[in-house]
C-alpha cells in the first residue's frame, strides 16, 4: 500500500513540472495525440518500427557474416601455409604469382550473381597438393563481392559456399577434381 501511495506521488510530480517551459511541447504531444493529427502519430509509429526492423537486420547479417567466417577458418597465412606443408609433407607446385593469377580466377568467375562453375573446376583440377591448396587459399585472401554491399572480406571457402549452395554443386565442380588429385581437404 505504501509502495503504491510512492509511486503516484511520483508519477503526479513528474507530469507536474514546470508548466512555462513545457508550452511547445504540450503543443506538439496535443498535436501529436489529437483529432486530425492522428495520421501523424501513425507514420511516426511507422517510422519506428520500421528503425527498429533495420536495426535487428543489420544485427542479423552480421552474425550471418561472422558465422561465415567462422566456418571457413579463412585467411591462410605464411606460418600456416608451412604447418600445412610439414603436416601432409607436401612443397608447393607453383609460383606466388601463378597463385594469385588462380585466384584473380576464381574471383572473377564467382563475383557477381553467377556463377562461371567450368572456370572454377579448371583451377582445382590444377591443385596438386594440399601445399597448393593452402597457397591458394592464402592468395585469394579476404575479398569483396563487387555487387553485394553486404559481402564483405570473406575467405575462398565462404566464397565457394556463396556460389555452391548444395553438396551435389560443391561436389561436382570443386570437391571431386580435388579429390582426383589426391588432396584431402573438401569444401
Ligand atoms: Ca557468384
Do not use: C
Not at 52 to 61: E, T
Not at 102 to 130: I, R, W
Not at 157 to 165: A, K, N, T
Request: aromatic share 8%; proline share 3%; glycine share 10%.
Amino acid at each position: 500500500m505504501g509502495k503504491k501511495g510512492s509511486a503516484g506521488s511520483a508519477g503526479s510530480a513528474g507530469s507536474a513540472g514546470s508548466p512555462s517551459d513545457t508550452g511547445v511541447l504540450n503543443t506538439l504531444v496535443n498535436n501529436l495525440t489529437n483529432g486530425p493529427q492522428g495520421a501523424l502519430v501513425f507514420v511516426i509509429y511507422i517510422a519506428i518500427i520500421g528503425l527498429v526492423i533495420w536495426l535487428l537486420w543489420k544485427i542479423f547479417s552480421g552474425s550471418v557474416e561472422k558465422l561465415k567466417n567462422e566456418i571457413t577458418t579463412v585467411t591462410v597465412g605464411n606460418e600456416a601455409v608451412r604447418a600445412i606443408e610439414r603436416r601432409t609433407g607436401t612443397t608447393a607446385s607453383y609460383t606466388d604469382q601463378e597463385y594469385k593469377e588462380f585466384a584473380d580466377q576464381l574471383y572473377t568467375a564467382m563475383n557477381g550473381p553467377t556463377t562461371d562453375e567450368d572456370s572454377v573446376k579448371a583451377v582445382m583440377e590444377q591443385m596438386k597438393s594440399e601445399s597448393d591448396l593452402a597457397r591458394l587459399e592464402k592468395a585469394f585472401g579476404k575479398r569483396d563481392s563487387s555487387w553485394n554491399p553486404f559481402d564483405k572480406q570473406t575467405g575462398l571457402s565462404s566464397w565457394l559456399h556463396d556460389d555452391f549452395r548444395t553438396a551435389k554443386e560443391m561436389e561436382e565442380w570443386v570437391n571431386a577434381p580435388l579429390r582426383a588429385n589426391g588432396i584431402k581437404k573438401q569444401y
